[in-house]
């Protein structure tokens, strides 16, 4: 029996590269494609060599293709942190939208299933709260965070389109706020930025009062859930994320706890349309996927900062925390 083959835009990201690990785990072969923007080789280097692995350098908003069968595309290229989006806007809005359409026009010849990364953002500043997939959200398209919102939802309207068009076997997960190793010390975000602070004794950058709230994930969840909508029959677009919702000034005091810091708060300014609430309402994916995650935020962060702590004495001490007017 031929090994099922799984492509992955975006594979060398910090979510890609969980799902090429947990594809190989499960007896697949694994085409990871990334034109390195954001990713990095490193979090793929340990699959290097394995058998029925492959990279290929490539940038997914041109032609691509490959030679061999493909039974499944998974499409998560994109700068994906505020800072990363709104440094690449153009690449953003190019792989959301001539990317998606090249890696379904691949999964159109080869009969691939396909499957979308978007993203909470789809529902922009909600005004509903918690975040049903019924909700058509709040976005600001001309705003800075309008070129991922903008490219994610035109990704899953084409995404659609080529299923019903077409008839190929679409899903669409809607992620939301997800963290763990991997994700990159200064790409901005607020678990890397508190965790690097922390650990070098620096004061935390909370942005605004810090009432506004996340519910963040931790990655091994999500895989598992990303797994489970691939073998689901829903083409319907499906929340994964944590349910569970924290003021981010509350993130991150948990955040000094779990790495015994005492480093000071300090309030800089809101960035334009920071989304005020976000939380997924997870029934959908409870009922299809029979998914709910399992790991706590307490545990998540003692799994996560060992690999920061790790980060930083390899490449020294120097702070990285970036802000958007950097
Ligand atoms: N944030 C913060 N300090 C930081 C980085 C982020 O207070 O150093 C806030 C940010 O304004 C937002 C929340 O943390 O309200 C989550 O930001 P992140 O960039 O992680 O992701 P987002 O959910 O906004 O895409």
Redesign the pocket.
């Known amino acids: 029996m031929p090994k099922s083959r799984v492509l992955i835009t975006g594979g060398a990201g910090f979510i890609g590269s969980y799902l090429a690990e947990l594809f190989m785990d499960r007896d697949w072969e694994v085409v990871v494609m990334d034109n390195l923007i954001t990713g990095n080789l490193e979090n793929i280097e340990h699959l290097f060599g394995k058998q029925g692995f492959q990279f290929i350098e490539q940038d997914v908003t041109e032609y691509i293709h490959h030679s061999g069968s493909l039974d499944a595309i998974l499409h998560f290229a994109s700068p994906a942190?505020?800072?990363d989006y709104q440094l690449y806007p153009i690449q953003t809005l190019k792989v959301g939208s001539l990317g998606t359409h090249k890696a379904l026009g691949l999964a159109r010849s080869s009969g691939a299933k396909f499957l979308l990364a978007s993203t909470?953002?789809v529902y922009g500043d909600p005004l509903i709260h918690p975040q049903p997939e019924s909700y058509w959200g709040n976005v600001n398209p001309i705003g800075v965070r309008g070129v991922y919102d903008e490219a994610k939802r035109f990704a899953e309207a084409m995404t659609l389109a080529y299923h019903r068009a077409h008839g190929v076997d679409t899903r669409i997960v809607r992620i939301f706020?997800t963290y763990g190793s991997r994700m990159r010390l200064n790409d901005?975000?607020?678990?890397p930025?508190?965790v690097c602070?922390a650990i070098r004794g620096e004061p935390?950058?909370?942005?605004?009062d810090?009432s506004?709230t996340?519910s963040f994930c931790h990655v091994s969840d999500l895989v598992e859930g990303i797994w489970k909508l691939l073998h689901s029959g829903t083409h319907q677009p499906v929340n994964l994320g944590n349910p569970t919702e924290i003021p981010?000034i509350d993130?991150?005091r948990k955040v000094l706890e779990a790495t015994e810091s005492d480093s000071d708060l300090v309030h800089?300014t809101?960035?334009e349309d920071?989304?005020r609430v976000?939380q997924p309402d997870i029934s959908r994916a409870r009922d299809i996927l029979e998914w709910e995650p399992k790991v706590t935020l307490e545990e998540g962060l003692r799994l996560t900062v060992p690999y920061f702590k790790q980060k930083i004495r390899e490449t020294g001490n120097d702070s990285t925390?970036v802000?958007e007017s950097d």
């Open positions: 942190s505020p800072i909470s953002e706020n901005g975000r607020a678990l930025n508190f602070q935390l950058t909370i942005y605004g810090g506004q996340r981010i993130f991150a800089e809101l960035p920071d989304p976000r925390t802000r």
